[in-house]
């Protein structure tokens, strides 16, 4: 196929340098790349060149991790001199124009109610079937601002928006096309009480009370989130969001936080979330490593997609009880199985 071809040469530029040759007295002798950072010259298709000094890495000896050929120009990290990430300010007005937070005392208190009849439901049906959980914020205020404020730092220096739900853009996928009957083999409904549950949990990220969750920079793992308080199984952690397109659109994209959003027979209608552009706290949530015994091991986090009113919708919810300071993980391929995280740390 033509876009098989073309998708190899573009890998073969970016990754395969050319040899350098260095004549010595008899005019003779050359030099294949290597990795500055392990030294070794194998695994040439992984091989990154960087566009200034023309040195190369390894795609999975660089920190953090790169999971695939970047598009555009690639500098390493001494010709770009990475440094932390600029934080953002611990300012309440900011923060609220940020996260576009809204103010309603009438409707924190119907939040409240909704609270209330849960609590009284949920020990109705508890003995039929375990039901989703709503996180349960931080009760302090400043402290919801530092984790709102780690977030907002992370999405400012990943230049993305904001955005606390699926996005449809011009020369996109139209919402029209997100159809939960087209998923091949079907698809989990979201029973009414977890859909109630969800818009409550969206009701609260809108009022400014996140989920207690902190983006901390790791200098191997690169951004990462992590539980600020103890959470729950069961627990809806967040939704996965973003700007939804179809997959044929995004074969050749290298964006390495793509997520399956339908899965259809017809592979024309398969649907992705890109949260490159517009995104949550999902985004930085990271995936273990499938080929380490110890890999599974750090999965806290499950990635279910769900049929909610006929549309499909991903949501990350704790698989286990996850303690403080504990950074959360889950599993890529949970799916299609065809992820690349045998370098993922």
Not at 243 to 253: A, F, I, P
Request: charge should be positive.
């Amino acid at each position: 196929m033509a876009v098989a071809k073309t998708t190899t040469m573009i890998l073969r530029r970016r990754t395969r340098a050319p040899r350098r040759y260095s004549e010595d007295e008899d005019g003779l002798g050359c030099d294949d790349v290597y990795c500055e950072r392990c030294g070794s010259g194998d695994f040439g298709s992984k091989l990154l060149l960087c566009d200034k000094c023309d040195k190369g890495y390894h795609l999975f000896c660089l920190r953090p991790i790169l999971v695939s050929v970047p598009k555009g120009s690639w500098f390493c990290p001494s010709c770009t001199n990475i440094k932390q990430p600029q934080l953002f300010p611990l300012v309440q007005t900011k923060i609220v124009d940020f996260f576009r937070i809204r103010r309603s005392s009438e409707s924190m208190e119907n939040q409240s109610n909704i609270k209330k009849r849960k609590r009284a439901c949920s020990l109705a049906v508890s003995k039929r079937k375990r039901k989703l959980l709503a996180y349960n914020p931080t009760e302090d205020p400043q402290r919801r601002l530092e984790q709102m404020a780690s977030l907002a730092t992370a999405l400012k220096a990943s230049g993305t928006e904001y955005s606390d739900g699926l996005t449809y853009r011009p020369g996109m996928a139209l919402r029209s096309a997100n159809c939960a009957a087209l998923e091949k083999g079907g698809m989990q409904i979201l029973p009414k009480e977890d859909i109630e549950t969800l818009n409550l949990c969206k009701k609260m990220m809108e009022k400014g009370e996140c989920p207690p969750l902190m983006v901390v920079f790791d200098p191997v793992e690169g951004f990462t989130v992590q539980a600020d308080r103890y959470i729950k199984d069961l627990t809806i952690i967040t939704e996965y969001v973003g700007d939804v397109d179809y997959l044929k659109n995004r074969e050749n994209d290298d964006g390495d936080s793509m997520m399956t959003l339908l899965h259809a027979s017809n592979p024309s209608k398969s649907l992705v979330i890109c949260p490159d552009k517009r995104s949550n706290i999902a985004r930085f949530v990271n995936g273990i490593n499938n080929f380490s015994p110890d890999g599974r091991k750090k999965q806290n986090v499950k990635c279910v997609r769900y049929n909610v009113n006929g549309e499909c919708r991903v949501l990350l919810i704790a698989n286990r009880d996850i303690r403080k300071g504990e950074r959360l993980y889950y599993d890529y391929n949970g799916y299609e199985h065809e992820y690349p995280t045998e370098h993922f740390v």
